[in-house]
């Protein structure tokens, strides 16, 4: 949550070395001044944008708090980038998007940009970091009716996840590993049973339904992230299982932004002052819990992840980091193959922006 204080930067293995600089420069400017300080370091001076107007596929989540910062403040704005936001309700629908060119940047969890990659191919590229997992931010819920208090009380349970096989699927099976219970003793969601025979995309159950679902008994636990995990809560009365941040999936990768490798290619400028109005989102999300809940609240809110103002004071929040850590990210591929999402050990290092591949020098001009 907000006030845990930042990842160490010093760590961060590919690109943004200077961004990182900027923002953390720009974090101790704005001590006492909000986010007005790192967003006055806007715009930088790269040349001008290839391409200006800009479709982004962004789960409705407290993973994105940058971004909803960054755009709901002007940051993108500031850049000369024209930013329409589309729900990414689905990562397999965003993604097949992007590939189309109807989403030139998509934010998502990582386990559905590695299995693209990996086995379809997709000529993918992480170009930033969004989230890391913290207290509360992903949980377990179960209902009070359901007489469930402890995790191995579900073997034999049909347990609610966005996608089959995918982040929540995940952070579920390792956690449910580690409290001595076998992956394979529960159920999840394939589109073939009742909780999923009326949704989509293979099974895929949308966030925002998720609490009404579990409450009217299509499944017996789901896991839900903030802000709807603390929405299940109020508005259904879920009660917490289990947090998913422990064991080995503790401190754990959830969301990454990603672009083709064509794209990034034909508009290096585009991405670096997009990357610029981001990474000073993220160091306001991670230092500014009420920029945080401003982003959310109301009309004001991403489609789909809106909250009122009660809510957004409760719910839990993840930390942002600047860049990428290619040691952060493996081990997102390593969960995958310890529970059989992969078939082989994969290393990330492929599918990562190199610094070799942009110069992001003329952050160390832009002024904070």
Not at 25 to 30: E, I, L, R, T, Y
Not at 37 to 60: D, F, H, K, M, R
Not at 321 to 347: C, E, K, W
Request: with cysteine; hydrophobic share 40%.
């Amino acid at each position: 949550m907000i006030g845990k204080g930042k990842w160490s930067h010093a760590a961060t293995a590919v690109a943004l070395t200077a961004v990182t600089a900027l923002a953390a420069g720009c974090s101790a400017a704005s001590a006492g001044s909000g986010g007005d300080s790192i967003a006055a370091s806007l715009p930088t001076n790269y040349g001008p944008a290839e391409q200006t107007s800009l479709t982004v596929g962004v789960v409705p989540a407290m993973d994105s708090a940058g971004f909803f910062i960054a755009l709901n403040e002007g940051l993108f704005t500031r850049e000369g980038l024209k930013i329409t936001y589309k729900p990414a309700t689905s990562s397999e629908t965003a993604i097949q998007q992007q590939l189309t060119g109807q989403l030139q940047i998509s934010a998502g969890n990582y386990v559905s940009y590695i299995e693209a990659v990996v086995k379809k191919h997709d000529p993918l590229e992480v170009i930033s970091e969004g989230s890391v997992m913290q207290q509360g931010a992903q949980t377990l819920f179960v209902m009070p009716r359901s007489h469930i208090t402890k995790l191995s009380q579900l073997q034999g349970k049909l347990i609610g996840v966005n996608a089959p096989q995918n982040i929540d699927y995940l952070l579920g099976v390792s956690v449910l590993k580690e409290n001595g219970l076998d992956p394979n003793d529960v159920k999840f969601p394939n589109g073939k049973d009742k909780a999923s025979a009326q949704y989509h995309q293979g099974g895929a159950i949308p966030f925002p339904d998720m609490a009404q679902d579990l409450a009217e008994g299509l499944m017996s636990a789901a896991i839900m992230p903030e802000p709807f995990a603390s929405l299940a809560e109020q508005d259904y009365g879920a009660v917490p299982l289990a947090d998913l941040n422990q064991g080995a999936t503790t401190d754990f990768p959830i969301e990454g932004y990603v672009v083709t490798k064509a794209w990034a290619a034909a508009n290096p400028n585009t991405l670096k002052r997009f990357l610029a109005a981001l990474s000073a989102g993220q160091e306001i999300a991670d230092t500014d819990r009420t920029a945080v809940e401003k982003a959310f609240e109301g009309l004001n809110g991403p489609p789909n992840g809106q909250v009122s103002s009660e809510i957004a004071s409760v719910m839990s929040l993840d930390t942002y980091p600047i860049g990428i850590d290619q040691t952060r990210l493996q081990r997102v591929a390593d969960v995958m193959h310890q529970f059989g999402l992969l078939s082989s050990n994969y290393n990330v290092s492929g599918m990562l922006m190199s610094s070799s591949e942009f110069n992001f020098s003329p952050f160390s001009n832009a002024g904070s």
